[in-house]
C-alpha cells in the first residue's frame, strides 16, 4: 500500500500536497482494517467447542485437531470438561444472535459424556446441534434433545462405553466400535492421527455448506480460540458410510 501510494502521487504532486494525502490514505487504511475484523466476528456461522477429559491433561489431541481445524478456517474453542455450563451459555449465546448457525462439540474421555450434557443443555436452550462426536466416554450416558447425527467412537474392550438415545432426542445416533484397532486405547483415541482424520471428515461433512468468515487466533486461560477469514476452504465431506470405514493414511 506504501509502494503504491510512493509511485501513484509522489511524481505527479508537489511535496506539501503528499503529506495530506498520504495521511488521509494512512487513516482510511486503518478504518478499512478495523471494520475488516469486526465484520468477521460478526458473522462468522459456525462453531466447534471441543471438549478435553480430566485434569486437563490427557486430552491433548483435541488441540492437535483444533490446529488441523484452524488451518481450514474452521472456528474452534477448546476447554476442560467442567467448562462444558460455561460453553453452553456461550453457545446459546451466539446462536441466539445470529452470529453462530452452525454448532458442533466433540469430546474426549469425561469431555466425551460432557458432550452430552452440553447438547442436552442446548436443546433445552432451543438450540440445535448440528454434530456431536464422542470419543471413549467413560460413563454410559444417553442423549436427549436436538441433534443432527451424534456419533460415539469407543473401544468396547476398554474403558468406554456405548451411548443411548434419551428423551426426546431427534437424529442420527452411530456408536462406532474401535475395538479391532489394535493400537488404539483410551489414552491416545484423541491423539492418533488417523482418528483425528476421521473426526475431521465428519466436522467437514456437516459444515460442507456453512460459510466461514474470519477473525484471529487467541489463547487465554488454558482455552484455545480462533478464527479464519477464508471462504470456500471447508471441502465437501465423504459420505456417513465411508467416513465409518475409510480411515486416512
Not at 200 to 217: E, G, K, S
Request: proline share 4%.
Amino acid at each position: 500500500m506504501r509502494s503504491v501510494g510512493g509511485s501513484t502521487f509522489g511524481g505527479l504532486l508537489p511535496r506539501r500536497a503528499r503529506y495530506p494525502l498520504q495521511a488521509a490514505a494512512l487513516s482510511l487504511l486503518m478504518l478499512a482494517s478495523a471494520i475488516g475484523v469486526g465484520g468477521a466476528q460478526a458473522t462468522s456461522s459456525s462453531h466447534v467447542y471441543l471438549l478435553r477429559g480430566a485434569f486437563n491433561v490427557f486430552s491433548l489431541g483435541m488441540d492437535q485437531i483444533a490446529t488441523r481445524l484452524q488451518h481450514q478456517g474452521i472456528d474452534t474453542t477448546v476447554a476442560n470438561y467442567l467448562s462444558w455450563p460455561t460453553l453452553t451459555e456461550e453457545a446459546a449465546a451466539g446462536y441466539k444472535s445470529g452470529r453462530v448457525r452452525t454448532i458442533i462439540l466433540v469430546g474426549h474421555s469425561s469431555g466425551a459424556v460432557a458432550v452430552t450434557s452440553m447438547a442436552t443443555r442446548l436443546s433445552e436452550l432451543g438450540v440445535p446441534v448440528k454434530l456431536a462426536i464422542g470419543l471413549d466416554p467413560t460413563s454410559h450416558v444417553a442423549v436427549s434433545g436436538h441433534v443432527d447425527r451424534y456419533v460415539n467412537y469407543y473401544i468396547a474392550n476398554g474403558f468406554g462405553d456405548p451411548v443411548e438415545k434419551g428423551p426426546g432426542f431427534s437424529g442420527v445416533l452411530q456408536n462406532v466400535d474401535l475395538e479391532h484397532m489394535s493400537d488404539l486405547s483410551h489414552f491416545n483415541i484423541e491423539k492418533n492421527r488417523a482418528m483425528q482424520g476421521m473426526v475431521i471428515r465428519d466436522i467437514q461433512a456437516a459444515l460442507a455448506t456453512a460459510p466461514h468468515d474470519t477473525v484471529a487466533c487467541d489463547s487465554h486461560g488454558g482455552r484455545l480460540t480462533c478464527a479464519s477469514a477464508k471462504h470456500g476452504l471447508v471441502k465437501q465431506g465423504t459420505a456417513e458410510s465411508e467416513s465409518k470405514y475409510n480411515w486416512p493414511r
